[in-house]
């Protein structure tokens, strides 16, 4: 294991006052530990640092003395100790957010030319604190001090959307949903939705709901124990910001505030890390749809139809898409969506942040069906799919991903339902070998497709194995379908590419793309050899999408062999 991080300065490489060398080594020490991918043991330690071996373990003694580091018996491993925690703690409450924000707030303003604004809530409220404007006489401007709405502002509704769920539900029940402009959400349900969406995208959008002609975006800024406690935003004129002006300004936004937050030693999840950059053009794949959707996901191939169906998770929407014209309808929901699954009595159901639903796709009209998770309001569904006898198996997955209250269910057609597993960060892809015999199944935050036996008429699981594993620089396993031939392919979000998997877990192949985010794939065409890919632009700054525009695109590309059609669900 490689510890050492460029980003880690040695001592001889600073400015290190006379008679403070060893504090200088003791202080590049934790700072080695802190920057670890994992924490790292005794000799890990010695490689990065290159101190002698005397020098060091003294100086972990001593940092270990003063609880600056602990040490794990367990697996004779070093972590940052909890006095830093503490500490941590004296310096928020001395803090000056306004001074953190400040250099952040001119290179946005500068950039965007247009106001920046930083808000925090106050009395359920929005206070701005600070602001920057470039607007000029047609810009949008905001007073230092100025209070806003919480329900229909881009700050108010991202810090809604990242509150704990009893302190939005406080938050919600302190304020009157009063009507600003004929845009203004006003209807519960409705907003919650929209708070939900903020939560998966990361940033927060207001479509001239508090004020007429002016729209805004705004993303969380983090303080040391992951608690959102201020937004950073952009507004201006409609004119001048498009819908995808702001989302572009959204993902850059993020970047802002995590730069922000990391100055109050904030140590948000973040599962996405920026993809690593690759050559223009490097593609085996074409893009037979340049959508440029947020999140596309759930792919599946209706051969009765010869559309592929596919969803937007971000939009929210489910689109039909003919390959034979290149024509792609959209219907958009009212909620988060993540898949859309057949039914053999006819029509099509959808997997969303509140269940499984019928969709009728011609109005996008979507009635309940069944919701196991109706006590847990900060999950949703993300990818599902039929075995063989129309059982639904599907996923679950926090809406920010950050914690592990994921879990794997098995759904009847009479909409009976059981939980299989528990604790996945993003429950992802699955299908079933050609056999039937064995289920693949991927969590995408630890980068593991797992393996299991599979009971076909018990609807059973067992015997849990990883059969493919990642390392993060490599990407995360995403959606995944297997051929004819039971080798498993797999989209490689921040890879790049689409892996196909050999029954024993070897990479047999890569398809290169030309966009870091693939999100899923289907087999489909007549003979079920097109390989149709969806993608995702979510959270890419601006630099990565100038070098990626068709991210948010559907590719497809030859497979060399057929793949397994899609099983329909047994009930309605």
Not at 84 to 95: D, G, I, K, T, Y
Not at 157 to 167: D, G, N, R, S, V
Not at 353 to 362: I, K, P, V
Not at 481 to 490: L, Y
Request: glycine content about 8%.
């Amino acid at each position: 294991m490689s510890v050492e991080n460029p980003q880690v300065l040695k001592p001889e490489e600073r400015d290190v006052p006379t008679g403070a060398a060893a504090l200088a080594k003791g202080l590049y020490l934790l700072e080695v530990i802190g920057e670890c991918a994992t924490p790292p043991r005794f000799k890990d330690l010695q490689a990065a640092t290159n101190l002698p071996k005397g020098t060091l373990a003294r100086m972990l003694n001593t940092l270990v003395l003063f609880r600056l580091v602990r040490y794990e018996d367990s697996d004779s491993t070093y972590r940052l100790g909890h006095r830093l925690f503490e500490l941590a703690h004296r310096v928020w409450e001395s803090f000056d957010l306004r001074g953190a924000a400040a250099p952040v707030l001119d290179r946005l303003a500068d950039e965007t030319r247009e106001t920046v604004a930083l808000c925090s809530v106050d009395n359920h409220e929005i206070l701005y604190i600070d602001q920057r404007s470039r607007g000029g006489a047609f810009g949008f401007r905001i007073e230092i001090g100025r209070r806003a709405p919480l329900h229909c502002t881009a700050g108010g509704k991202t810090l809604l959307a990242f509150a704990p769920p009893h302190e939005r539900r406080a938050m919600l029940d302190g304020i009157r949903l009063e009507r600003f402009t004929d845009k203004t959400i006003v209807d519960e349900e409705a907003l919650n939705a929209d708070l939900a969406l903020a939560r998966v995208r990361g940033y927060a959008i207001s479509l001239e709901e508090h004020v007429e002609g002016v729209v805004s975006v705004a993303a969380p800024i983090f303080d040391h124990t992951g608690r959102a406690v201020a937004a950073i935003g952009v507004f201006g004129p409609h004119a001048r910001l498009s819908n995808d002006r702001l989302h572009t300004t959204g993902r850059d936004l993020m970047e802002a505030a995590r730069r922000i937050s990391g100055n109050v030693g904030a140590m948000p999840v973040n599962i996405t890390p920026q993809p690593k950059l690759r050559v223009a053009g490097e593609s085996d794949a074409e893009c037979v749809l340049p959508w440029g959707a947020h999140l596309a996901e759930g792919p599946v191939w209706m051969p009765h139809e010869k559309r592929l169906y596919w969803v937007d998770i971000l939009a929210p929407s489910v689109h039909r898409f003919d390959p034979s014209t290149g024509t792609n309808e959209e219907v958009v929901l009212p909620r988060l969506v993540s898949a859309v699954i057949p039914c053999r009595s006819g029509g099509i159901a959808a997997l969303t942040q509140d269940g499984l639903e019928a969709l009728d796709f011609s109005t996008g009209r979507l009635t309940p069906l069944v919701d196991p998770e109706q006590d847990l309001p900060d999950n949703r569904f993300n990818d599902g799919k039929c075995d063989r006898l129309g059982r639904l198996w599907a996923g679950t997955m926090r809406l920010d991903a950050s914690k592990p209250t994921g879990a794997l269910y098995a759904i009847e057609g009479d909409r009976s339902w059981r939980r299989l597993a528990d604790g996945f960060f993003v429950a992802n892809g699955l299908d079933w070998s050609p056999d039937g015999k064995t289920f693949y199944f991927a969590d995408s935050a630890p980068g593991r497709i797992y393996a299991y036996d599979f009971d076909l008429a018990a609807g059973a699981i067992a015997n849990r194995r990883v059969f493919a594993e990642m390392d993060p620089s490599e990407g995360r396993p995403d959606g995944l379908a297997v051929d004819s031939d039971g080798f498993v392919w797999c989209a490689i979000w921040d890879g790049w590419c689409v892996r196909r998997y050999a029954p024993d877990g070897r990479i047999e192949r890569e398809l290169r793309l030309p966009v870091p985010r693939p999100t899923s794939i289907a087999f489909g065409g007549p003979d079920l050899k097109t390989i149709f890919i969806t993608t995702a632009r979510i959270r890419l700054p601006s630099r990565v999408l100038a070098q990626a525009p068709f991210s948010g695109g559907l590719f497809k590309a030859a497979a060399p062999v057929a793949g397994l059609p899609a099983s329909e669900f047994a009930g309605r």
